[in-house]
Structures are given as structure tokens and as C-alpha cells.
């Protein structure tokens, strides 16, 4: 099985900023897409970022200028930086793999990072 582990987050202030990571390990023979999604309180889950094999990223016009969702390939890896940072950022936050593999399925999550930033 497919292991998705997220790392980064925390507390920040409103005009700081973060960092978060998400890595994937087992049998993985192709990742076709990277997602960044988040969910606040009372609210759906919203894609924040993301990145389709071969194409360019895609952002939520909310974070446009300010997150950059990168990759390491090599080490099956997907980066969001987070700048200017605004209390409305505050969510629990969830990285997305579409991973091919010997699996019956293609979609796994990581287990969710909580970003509070304070006003």
C-alpha cells in the first residue's frame, strides 16, 4: 500500500509564512497528479493547488501570488509554500496523490496538517 505522509504547518501571523511537504513511498510506478486541498471549519474541502503530470500548476484564485506548489519527482514529493499568510488560511490541509501502481484504486491522502494563522 501506498504511504502519504504530510509534514509542515503550525501556527503562524497573519504576513508570515509556511511551508508544508507531502511524501510518497511504496510501489509507485507513476504520479500523474499533485494536489494541495483544505478544509476550515463549517466548510468543504476546496482544492488550493495543484499540479497534473506534464502540465502547468493550477491555483485557487484565493491564493494566486501567494502559495507555489512545487515537486521533487525523484523523491516522490510535493511541496506548498505558503506566503503572506491571512487568517482566512486558516484550515486543515491535505495533499492529494493520483498515483499508479498495483493498487485497485488511484486516489490516496495524507492525513491532514492544521495551519492557524492569528490576526
Known amino acids: 500500500q501506498v504511504q502519504v505522509v504530510e509534514s509542515g504547518g503550525g501556527l503562524v501571523q497573519s504576513g508570515g509564512s509556511l511551508s508544508l511537504s507531502c511524501a510518497a513511498s511504496?510501489?509507485?510506478?507513476?504520479?500523474?497528479?499533485m494536489d494541495w486541498y483544505r478544509q476550515a471549519p463549517g466548510k468543504q474541502r476546496e482544492l488550493v493547488a495543484g499540479?497534473?503530470?506534464?502540465?502547468?500548476?493550477v491555483y485557487a484564485d484565493s491564493v494566486k501570488g501567494r502559495f507555489t506548489i512545487s515537486s521533487d519527482n525523484a523523491k516522490n514529493t510535493v511541496y506548498l509554500q505558503m506566503n503572506s499568510l491571512k487568517p482566512e488560511d486558516t484550515a486543515v490541509y491535505y495533499c492529494?496523490?493520483?498515483?499508479?501502481?498495483?493498487?485497485?484504486?488511484?486516489?490516496?491522502w495524507g492525513q491532514g496538517t492544521q495551519v492557524t494563522v492569528s490576526s
Open positions: 492529494h496523490l493520483d498515483i499508479s501502481g498495483p493498487y485497485a484504486k488511484n486516489d490516496f
Open positions: 499540479i497534473i503530470s506534464g502540465e502547468s500548476a
Open positions: 511504496g510501489i509507485i510506478f507513476s504520479i500523474n497528479a
